[in-house]
């Protein structure tokens, strides 16, 4: 498995997504997860104020990441042009402009994941609570997920869609 440090603008584009898909969801709502290990249990909000905060926690669990997939290579590690260790410690957020869509911040979010997963601490780590807490709020703005039924039991629902739509089984 190989990994790399992202860039900058992936941290802000997960940052941006943490911050304007939950308002898209449930209008006032924030992006919360839970810090793993502590008691009592801590929980992190992520607003404008924390963001800069927020962003070099998951820049720096990257680096952890590479860091120990490469521990040989620490004046080189694989990341964007210009990239050092000093530079996740010296994020700050800038905000992705635009409409931003669910599937392309999923994919986002999956790549981060695999580039931070490399250390025995990843499991644990606030970094991937913020990821699962972003997934679920990305998932849920997919377009016909709010219209998708919350339990399934009609085993005509795909035959009956198909007709709706035009469209033979199968």
Known sequence: MSAFVVDASHIDLLVSAGLVFPERHCQNSKLRWQVPNTNPVE???????????????LWAENYRSVDHRYPDDEEDLPGPDGFSGATTLTYVFDSIGGMLDPVVVLKALQCYEYQSCEHPEWKTSSARQFCEALR??????????????????????????AREAGLRDG
């Open 43 to 57: 929980r992190v909000e992520l607003t404008y104020e924390n963001a800069d905060a927020i962003g070099v926690m």
């Open 136 to 161: 679920k709020v990305a998932i849920a703005l997919l377009p016909g997920y709010s219209e998708a039924p919350w339990s399934f039991n009609d085993r005509a629902f795909f035959v009956k869609q």
